[in-house]
Structure formats: C-alpha cells, structure tokens
C-alpha cells in the first residue's frame, strides 16, 4: 500500500533632640505640612506662622508639600521643599551669623515666597501621572491534546504534544511538536492507519481568559496498511495549517482545534483496485496542560 483628594494646613512644632508633640486633632491625612525643629537659628513658632502664610497666599494650604527647616543652634539652616511623594523641588541651606538669627523667619518665607513663585504649579497637588504599564512578559510551557474527526474518509484520530510560547501582554510567538495517531479506516477489504510525527511554529493572542493560536506545521506521515494479504507501509512529506480557540481554565486551557492540509495524498492497494483518500481536514476538542508558567 503506498500513502491578557483635603483638610486644612496643619503646622508640625518638631522638637530636637526631644520626643516630638502630638500633632493636632486633624484628619488622618493632612495636607500641607510645615516641620521646623526648635534648635533652629530663629524663633521657630514665628517661622512656622510665615510659612504658612506664604502656602496660604499661594493657594498652596491644600496641596501635599512638606515645607522642613533644619539646623544646630549656630549658624546653618537648611530648607526643603517636597510632595508628599518625596519629590524634592527646593533644597537650600543658609549659613547665619548670630546677628542674623532674627531675619531668619523672614529669609525662609522670603525663600518660599520666591520659589512657589517660580514654579506655581508646585502650590498644587503633585501630578498624578500614570506610568506606563510594564509590558507583562510571559512564558508559557503546556502539555498539549486532541481528538478530532478526521474525514475523508470519515475516522477519529488523537493527538499529544507540548508548546512553548513566550511574549507580551498580547501577542506571542511560540513552537509545538506533537504525533498523532488515528483510528484505522477502511481500505476494501482491509484498513489504513496514520501515524503524523510533526513541529510547527505559532503565534498566540490572549485577550482576557480568551485563546487564539495559530500553526504552521510540518514532518512526515507514516500510513500502514493492516488485514491485508500483504501488508505495507509508506511515509509520506506532510504540512498543514491548524488554529485553535479556547477559554483558560484553571489548569490550562480548553477549546476547538481545526486543521487543515492541501495536500491529495492517497492509500492504494498494490494491485491498485482500492484507492481512499488520505483525510486532510481535522476538527474536534483540544485542550492545554500548563507545565511552567512565568510572568
């Protein structure tokens, strides 16, 4: 035979080098914040007060800065101003000499003043900018089945194989091997069976819980004749084309396989009196087996 928004300004008193103060009965989340530490060169109530009228007159009393001034008893300030979110937009220090510690209220809210000046869009809220989504990677390794119907002739044939894919959120690319074997058929007085060893190159979709899965395949076709007087065998070139569309589940996947091939092979008896056709169309259940799956 051949064949996938605030309350009020809240001014912070740190003490340094002591436990800090309570802070105010305020809500849980306040939302300007003026922090300066009572060693500070300077009467620190009084440098608290003009930075926050400098906020207030900025409309900045409900945005989410953090204003902190720092320092020793001598002579060194430094001043900070940031988002809640730690974006620093003003780091400054000054150096004082012992005369100059009573201007100092007025040098840091002067400093203040100047800077939301400069850039007033530091008086609001910080942007809430939406960072663009890490592409998710993928790989996926999967223990893969079928049974079809096959025709014409019309028969039954199973199939297992594994795949790999790996790719984006979306889109991926990937490659199978798999045999598949069929139920014999009928040939005359005897029958034909089909054994496909092949490899194929894909590329994948994901939407959701959906699958798409497209195949290219290729390798050889082993057609054995049986119940025959004299029995043979051929192995034949064979490629054809398979899609298949499923839902995830909780272990893999389940879906539809439909494959097809151009080519017109047939089984003929050697005296040549039986001829079938070798089936080129294929459609039934297919499921995934998820082995290693890495995002």
Known sequence: ???????????????????????????????????????????????????????????????????????????TLRLTVAHASGEVGLDRSFTLGPSDCASAPELLALSV?????????????????????????WIDVTVRGAVSSIWVPLGVDGQLGGAIDVGGATHGLGGAVLVRASVPQAA????????????????????????????????ALLVRGSGFDVNDHDWLPWWEGAVFAGRAVGWGAVGVEVAASGLRDKAVTRDGLVSEDIPLFRVGLAGELGVVSRR
Request: aromatic share 6%.
């Open 188 to 219: 005359g007085d005897g029958r034909f069976q089909q054994t496909a060893f092949l490899v194929g190159g894909a590329y994948r979709y994901r939407s959701g819980p959906w699958r798409l899965r497209g195949e290219a395949r290729a390798g």
């Open 1 to 75: 035979m051949t064949v996938q928004r605030g309350p009020a300004l809240v001014i912070l008193f740190a003490a340094c080098g002591a436990p800090p103060r309570p802070p105010p009965a305020a809500p849980s989340r306040p939302d300007a914040r003026v922090e300066v530490a009572t060693s500070t060169c300077g009467e620190a109530h009084e440098t608290m007060v003009r930075i926050a009228a400098v906020l207030q007159a900025h409309d900045a009393a409900h945005g989410d800065l953090i204003v902190r001034v720092a320092g020793d008893a001598g002579t």
């Open 113 to 137: 003043d100047r800077f939301l000046s400069a850039f007033p869009e530091w008086a609001g809220p910080a942007p809430i900018v939406a960072a663009a989504p890490e592409p998710a990677r």
